[in-house]
């Protein structure tokens, strides 16, 4: 498993221990709320690392 995959399924499984008390098992499967969790912050990942811009990249454009 990659470092980028491990992130992501710590930061998942955290969510889900801080919200357990509000999960309703009456409005789906445990499987689909990991899949919904997992989905949402990889594409938050996404999202974030097309927004970053490398300092290197744009100073040696300048030169």
């Known amino acids: 498993m990659t470092a980028l ?3 992501i399924s ?4 955290i969510g ?3 919200r357990c008390s509000s ?3 009456e409005k789906g499967t445990v499987a ?3 899949y919904g969790i997992t989905r949402y912050k990889v ?3 996404i999202q974030r690392e097309r927004s970053m ?3 290197s990249d ?3 454009k300048e030169i």
């Open 5 to 7: 995959a491990e992130d």
């Open 10 to 13: 710590q930061d998942v499984f």
């Open 16 to 18: 889900i221990y801080a």
């Open 23 to 25: 999960v309703q098992s």
């Open 32 to 34: 689909g709320y990991l």
């Open 43 to 45: 594409l938050r990942r």
């Open 53 to 55: 811009v490398s300092m």
């Open 58 to 60: 744009r100073d040696s």
